[in-house]
């Protein structure tokens, strides 16, 4: 009986381990091919497909099963370990994923632009900035938001104009943002391994990080200078600990060149480095740079700009307190919420993006002193009235998810420690399984249609010169322009929209910020405007041309 049972569990071992590969096979094919979102019907139940962790849950499930049910599993889960701990220690496999990921994240970026749903006001904003600041018109957004300087300070952006002069195309920073997001596994790899002797454990926390669920909504942005506080957090970190002080401070000035808020989270660091790392020096001096710094970018440079820069779509009481229930300007803000704890302690606890960020971490960032590090700037965001910062943007968490990465490398070896060392490898194979269960599969892209491919052809038809009001998710697709009004409500009473050379509607892609209504009754408005005839028209576009332009006319 027991010899029949036992033949039973290894055919079923060898049919779902089968099935696992066909699994495997299957997401590989839709990461180059493209197919989310998509719906699936099983037994009369619908289950959204939007990335590809269903399948990679169903795959990894399998696999396990077949694992455990397989009668030699303490030799196969032995050869396994024994060979991922191999596979981990080569010194090539760190560069390896990251070139590995490089390139999913690139293409994913890429299938983004070619279907027309890349972030286009933030992506544009830098885009046009660097072309015209090539131009001569330094980091000039044209109507889309005027000199981008006036709002914020982002220095370090300007190290890219070599590039950009280079490729001159909106696919450049499209690319180099997929790359960029994920070369930050690298510096953080090599800190990870500071803590842990085991070589599969920084590989595993490396693995996590790239398949965190905030570095797919990060690359949504498709490009916004945030996304070098990963790289640079990660770098100055490892570099301190190494006692690579030249390079550390080189890093720091990196990092404050993001933003004018980036002395914040430097602060934070200085003050982590003074209090528990025994580095007094290095932390004060970086509390004190970063202090400068905030002064300086904050106090000096930014209202110089506003001074200088005339300004073309500025936003009124874009310069509001985030924080007006604790006051206005920054020491009334600091006053503020430390005389009010209560208040500040119940804003910072109800946000349920609280929970959602430690989840799939097991909470391990909190068994730590290093927590200081994410705690006191997630204080600051989730305090805020400003939906944008309690709920914790995107574009925001790119400064905080490197500091809860480095608290769970610390949380983690505190809890190796706590567990002994009889059970230590258990424990880190054990959690090293959950983490990948609980972080992989985020990953998804877009197929790139004839239709898509048709819109962005149609795009890039209209001639340079002209002066084009489209979509506004055909912004980055329609060439560098002097005017990039796209449509809204809020454009319609600029001269270059009510008197466009061209307007190109289309109905199948993303119609942020206006809705179907709208694009339907600009397009009846258009057909019954003497000024413009249809030159092209099929289900979904509309390409209307004013009958006084000439491509060859001198504007």
Not at 363 to 372: G, R, S
Not at 397 to 419: C, D, E, K, Q
Request: aromatic share 18%; with cysteine.
């Amino acid at each position: 009986m027991s010899k029949t049972v036992n033949k039973f569990k290894n055919a079923v071992s060898k049919i779902l381990g089968l099935l696992s590969l066909v699994g495997a096979i299957l997401i590989i094919v839709l990461i180059i091919k493209g197919a989310f979102p998509y719906e699936l019907f099983v037994f009369g139940k619908k289950i959204a497909i939007k990335n590809i962790r269903k399948p990679f849950l169903f795959a990894f499930i399998l696999f396990l099963a077949s694992l455990f049910l397989s009668e030699e599993r303490g030799s196969k889960i032995w050869r396994l370990k024994d060979g991922l701990e191999r596979l981990c220690s080569n010194p090539f496999a760190i560069w390896v994923i990251a070139l590995l990921y490089a390139g999913l994240f690139a293409w994913q970026q890429v299938t983004e632009y070619f279907t027309m749903n890349v972030n286009f006001l933030d992506f544009s904003f830098f885009d046009y900035g660097l072309y015209n600041t090539l131009q001569g018109k330094f980091m000039f957004t044209a109507d889309l938001h005027g000199w981008l300087f006036r709002a914020h300070f982002y220095p370090i952006v300007l190290i890219l104009l070599p590039l950009v002069a280079v490729f001159k195309s909106p696919l450049f920073l499209v690319i180099f943002h997929g790359v960029l997001v994920a070369s930050a596994v690298v510096p953080f790899y090599f800190l990870a391994r500071l803590k842990f002797k085991e070589s599969f454990v920084p590989m595993v926390l490396a693995l996590t990080l790239l398949n965190y669920f905030y570095v797919f909504e990060i690359l949504q942005f498709n490009f916004h200078v945030e996304a070098f506080y990963p790289l640079i957090i990660f770098s100055a970190f490892y570099f301190a600990l190494t006692g690579k002080d030249a390079l550390f401070f080189l890093f720091l000035a990196l990092g404050l060149m993001v933003k004018e808020e980036s002395p914040v989270y430097f602060m934070v660091i200085g003050l982590y480095f003074t209090l528990f790392q025994k580095k007094p020096k290095l932390g004060l001096g970086t509390m004190l740079v970063s202090a400068l710094y905030f002064v300086l970018s904050n106090k000096v440079i930014l209202p110089l700009f506003n001074n200088a820069m005339p300004s073309l779509a500025y936003t009124s009481g874009i310069n509001a307190s985030p924080w007006p229930q604790y006051g206005s300007t920054h020491t009334q803000i600091v006053l503020g919420m430390l005389s009010n704890p209560l208040a500040l302690a119940r804003d910072f606890l109800s946000r349920p993006v609280l929970y959602r960020l430690f989840k799939s971490l097991l909470f391990v960032p909190l068994f730590t002193p290093a927590a200081c590090l994410w705690f006191l700037p997630l204080l600051m965001y989730l305090s805020s009235s400003l939906p944008l910062y309690n709920e914790l943007s995107p574009k925001y968490a790119n400064a905080i998810y490197p500091l809860i990465f480095i608290a769970l490398v610390y949380g983690l070896s505190n809890l190796a420690a706590l567990v002994g060392e009889k059970r230590r490898q258990n424990f880190l194979w054990l959690i090293s399984c959950v983490f990948i269960l609980l972080n992989f599969g985020h990953y998804s892209v877009y197929p790139i249609s004839g239709e898509s491919l048709n819109t962005y052809r149609m795009a890039k038809s209209v001639p340079q010169s002209a002066n084009l009001v489209t979509m506004g998710n055909l912004v980055p697709q329609t060439s560098y322009r002097e005017h990039n009004v796209y449509f809204a409500e809020s454009n319609e009473t600029k001269p270059c929209y009510s008197n466009a050379d061209y307007y190109y509607l289309v109905k199948n892609i993303n119609l942020y910020p206006v809705n179907l209504a709208y694009v339907e009754n600009t397009i009846t408005r258009l057909k019954s405007d003497p000024r413009y005839e249809l030159v092209y028209y099929d289900n979904n576009r509309y390409l209307f041309k004013n009958k006084t332009y000439s491509e060859n006319r001198v504007a």
